[in-house]
Every structure is written in C-alpha cells, then in structure tokens.
C-alpha cells in the first residue's frame, strides 16, 4: 500500500511539472526558464516524499498532543427516504451528475474535448464518476445577422436579429420546414403527408433534423459509455420551440413575467418534446429516465431576444399544470414510461409554492420534484413537502463562484463549493445533486464570445480561484483544464455511489450508508487553516472501524487532489468511533467497513 500511495504522490507531482510547462510554454523564455525551475523543485519535493514514506514520518502532528476541536456523531434515525426502491426504509442516492447544456453543445464538435469530458467527469476510476447528464432539448430560434427588413418579416413572421451573445448557449431546436397551416390553399392530406408533425390548434407544420443538435448528444452518448448502467439521462426543456411563442423567440416573452407557450401550443409543445425522447429511445442509444417541460419557470428572468439563453415562464399553477399533464399524456399515448418531473425552480421557497400550487391531476402526473438552489433556504420544508407528497426529490441545478477562507491556501472556491454541496444534501436529503455546467468558461482565440484567454484561465486554474464550472475548455489546445472545485466534487461523487442513503452528520460533513455492503462514507470539510483532531461516533452503524481508507483534496493545483492518505493520515479507532487528523483547509473523505 505505501508504494503505491507514493506513486500517486510522485506521479500528482509530476503532473503539476508538467503543467507548469505548458503553462510556460504559452509565455517567453524566461517564463520558461521558471517553469524548469519549478520543476526541478518538484522533483525535489518528490524525492523529499519518497524519503519521507520510508522513513514512516507523515509530517502530521500525533493525535496524543492535539485536543479534539469537533466531535462529529453521524444518526441514522435522521436519513434519506427519497428513492427507496425495495421498502428497506433506507432511501437509494443516486448519484451526481451536471447539466449538459450548455457546455455539450459547444464542446461536443471536439472528439478530443468529448473524450477528455466523459473520462474527467463520468468515468468512476479514471474521473470523477458522475452518473446523471440533464439533456437540454433545445427550442431553437429563427434569427438571421442580417438587419430585418419588412419584405423578409412578411416572408417569414418569426425571423429576428440573432441576439444572443454566448458561445455556448445557441442550443439548436430539432423542427425544420416549419410551415404554417393555410387549408384555404392545402388540404389536411398534404401537410400529413409532407410534414413529420402536424399541429392545426397550433397552426404550424413541421419536419425534424436529428442532426442538429448533434454536438450535445456525442457529448451525452460519451457519458453514457464512460458511466456504464449507472448512468441516468433525464430530458429538459428551457423553452418551446419559437413558432409557439408569443413573442416568436425562444428567450422569453417581450413582458419577462408572463407566459410564452402561446395557450393554442401547449399540446404541440408536449408532442415536439415527446417526438424528439422518442426518437432516441427507438435509435437505441439514449433510454431517458425523465422528463421535465420547464426550468425555473416563476421567475421573471426570461424576456424576449436576451443575449443569455432560451427561457420561458410558466405562471404557478394552472400554466405548469397543463403543460405538465400534456406531456405525461404525450408519452403516453406512445407507450413511453417516463418520469414526470417539476418544476426546477430557481429558489427552494418558490419550489415549495410550484408543487403546492399544480392542480391535482397534474401533482398525479409528477413522480419527482427537481428544485435548483440558487435562492431560498427552507430546505428541511421542501423535504417534508415531497416525503408527505412520496415523491422523489432532486437537487437538479446550482453553481456559482462560491469562495471560504483565504485565498492563498488555493481551496477558497473549492471549499465555497463543498458547502454548497453539503448544505444541499444535508437540508434537502435527496436522491441526486446536479451541478449546473461543468464548463462554463471556455478559451477559443477563434470564437468573439469567448473573452477568457489562456493565461487568465491558468491564473484561475493554478490559484484556485472561484468560476463558474468545474474545469475550463481551451479550444485552441483541445484540453480539458481541471480545477480544485473539479476535485473537490470528487471527494462526493467518487465515493457517495448510487445505492447508499444520506443520513445526518453536521454542518461540515456529508454521510452515506450502504446497509447492503455495510459501508459508511464521511465527507469533512475543513474552512479552517489550522490542522485539526475530529473525533467520529458510528455507534449507530454495523460497520468495521478497522477499515478505513482516507482520500484527500487540499493545497493548489499542485497539491493534494484526490490523493490517498490513509497509510499517513493519523487515525485512532476505538471501537465504533475513530479520532482522525484534519488537514487545514482541505476536503477529506472516509470511507469505513
């Protein structure tokens, strides 16, 4: 076991070499002479580690001479219900996993981009294993970059000036050919024999490119592969198709706070998202688990022609109501067996009043609550809503440019992250936690939208500083930059697998239970910069304290990620409760039987 944790020690040192190089290569010679400097230092410091694992000195201060600073008991009579698939009374997690839009759009193009994607964040040995990707089936938009004249607006009614000013946020909608119904010049034999869907209530007529959003689905198909049978899929929707608007774009409504699904299209709206899960189920490559018409649809963040994204508000109640009842009774109709999921609101509060507010019929048709966590902290309520309820709850969406303690350890955003992460499980207790996009910066000297260049991308990278997303896509290079925040959702994601259930700790730890393979997972998080002694109680648990391995994120990039420690991390057991050495500012994940 020593040498192979000596491996992994020398071989993070090696890597961090070798991207200071890169990074060096991209400046002048003398950047580049610092970078052989800083690399033989790491050499140095390897050779000081390899020294140090023969020795048996770790370097970490004996647990006689520190005081237990936080005695941490982990309760089983507190723990997750949600998902509980064979009645055992223990809840099944599900999982992590990330939006794909909008990042698999813009990155899916790239094999390479795909390749490094799937490894880095759903391959469970070689990434950090997630195993649900939200497929966003995007409206589409009828734009043009030209200046639009009143002859072209007479030819085609819903033709705009392109707006948006995102490199990755233009999601193709799958309809082409959209022609509308005129019967006083065409029969209803000719549109149901040219077109593939045919709306009359909705007056529009048309085909489906399946090639279209072709850059999200190979992102989606390598995520599939990378993750195995764990992989669930679910299929979201940011706004309708733009024929079946009422402003004639997929942004929003000229009036942010109102409806955009024109009330004539909500059945054409469910038949276009139906159409489209369809498609791929009978392709044989994509068996979506779920299915959700809206995101954070109270709000009033979505007006017409934004330079951001797609969007469309659903007013609370009957609106959500019938879209969602639509959508079941689509899917229905052609034998697809599909959860129907609601509302993926911005704030848990306003999550809370959505569910509270759907009509009956469609509170039957919804088997699962998704809420993001941008806003609102009525978590403990939002929980007790779906358990009373019995549905199944998700955290599906949040991110942010979360930071703790100082900057200079290189785990501010890391930590900011963590907390996230742990107030979610913790408040919520639900079966999966979704990030919103894994890449969310993106490097592209080609591309005007992309104003991140290389070098202030590197500075995030190396300092740790807080971003948007979990690693950085340099186009010009073709490579996957992974950040601290990256790693750090690894301490969750690789060890917090599908089957374990939640069950309460404290506010700086996440718990997890296997009673089938008798496993306990803690998570602990650090935000001071003193080491530590924190003391475990897992009376409650049949487990074996005598196996313990020790995983551990903290330092810079080039420190600690996701290294192995138990053969120097000083742990002492004593019967069902363990004392263990907690590294200042860092991330440590345990994992015991």
């Not at 009359?200 to 993750?227: E, R, T, V």
């Not at 996957?480 to 925040?485: A, H, N, R, V």
Request: some cysteine.
């Amino acid at each position: 076991m020593k040498n192979k944790v000596l491996k992994r020690a020398v071989s993070g040192l090696a890597l961090a070499a070798l991207l200071t190089g890169a990074v060096s290569g991209c400046a002048g010679s003398g950047a580049q002479e610092e970078g052989r400097k800083e690399s033989s230092s790491l050499s140095a410091e390897a050779a000081s580690v390899e020294g140090a694992l023969e020795g048996k000195e770790t370097g970490e201060e004996n647990l006689e001479n520190m005081e237990i600073a936080r005695r941490v008991k982990l309760d089983i009579s507190d723990r997750q219900t949600f998902n509980d698939t064979n009645g055992d009374g223990f809840g099944e997690f599900q999982g992590f996993g990330t939006s794909l839009c909008w990042w698999a759009n813009r990155c899916g193009y790239s094999q390479e981009l795909t390749e490094q994607s799937a490894e880095a964040f759903f391959d469970k040995e070689k990434g950090i294993g997630m195993t649900i990707g939200r497929y966003n089936i995007g409206g589409g938009d009828n734009v043009t970059t030209e200046d639009v004249t009143a002859s072209m607006k007479e030819e085609s009614p819903f033709l705009h000036k392109d707006h948006i000013r995102r490199s990755d946020s233009v999601v193709p909608g799958y309809a082409t050919d959209v022609t509308k119904v005129d019967l006083s010049a065409n029969s209803k034999d000719y549109y149901e024999t040219n077109f593939e869907r045919v709306d009359y209530d909705c007056g529009f007529a048309w085909n489906y490119n399946w090639d279209a959003d072709k850059n999200q689905m190979n992102i989606l198909l390598a995520a599939i592969k990378a993750s195995g049978d764990e992989f669930i899929a679910e299929a979201f929707s940011n706004s309708p198709p733009y024929f079946m608007t009422v402003s004639g774009c997929s942004s929003g409504n000229e009036e942010p706070s109102e409806d955009n699904l024109r009330e004539d299209s909500v059945n054409a709206f469910a038949c276009y998202m139906a159409d489209v899960i369809e498609h791929w189920i009978k392709e044989g490559l994509v068996n979506f688990q779920s299915a959700a018409p809206m995101n954070e649809p109270a709000t009033s963040y979505w007006g017409a022609f934004s330079e951001k994204q797609e969007g469309c508000h659903f007013s609370q109640g009957e609106s959500q109501s019938r879209i969602l009842v639509a959508l079941n009774k689509e899917l229905q109709n052609k034998g697809i067996d599909i959860i129907i999921s609601a509302s993926d609101e911005t704030s848990i509060d306003t999550q809370i009043t959505s569910y509270q507010n759907l009509t009956n019929e469609a509170k039957d048709v919804v088997k699962r609550i998704d809420t993001h966590s941008y806003q609102g902290t009525m978590r403990k309520m939002l929980r007790s809503t779906a358990e009373d309820a019995n549905e199944n709850l998700w955290m599906s969406e949040v991110d942010g440019t979360f930071t703790i303690g100082h900057k200079d350890t290189g785990m501010s955003a890391a930590l900011g992250f963590s907390e996230a992460i742990m107030q979610d499980l913790n408040g919520l207790m639900p079966s999966a936690w979704i990030m919103w996009d894994a890449v969310d910066l993106h490097v592209d000297s080609n591309n005007k939208y992309d104003t991140c260049k290389r070098e202030e991308a590197d500075k995030i990278i190396q300092e740790g500083l807080p971003f948007w997303g979990i690693a950085i896509a340099d186009h010009d290079t073709k490579e996957l930059l992974l950040s601290k925040k990256y790693y750090a959702m690894g301490q969750f994601s690789k060890y917090i697998r599908p089957g374990y259930c939640l069950v309460a700790s404290s506010d700086v730890t996440v718990a997890a239970y296997n009673p089938d393979e008798k496993k306990v997972v803690i998570v602990a998080m650090n935000t001071n910069s003193d080491d530590l002694c924190w003391e475990f109680d897992l009376s409650d648990f049949d487990v074996d304290t005598s196996k313990i391995e020790i995983i551990r994120t903290s330092g810079n990039i080039n420190g600690e990620n996701l290294v192995s420690v138990t053969d120097t991390c000083n742990t002492a057991v004593g019967g069902k409760t363990f004392k263990s050495f907690i590294k200042g500012s860092s991330i440590t994940t345990f994992v015991i039987g």
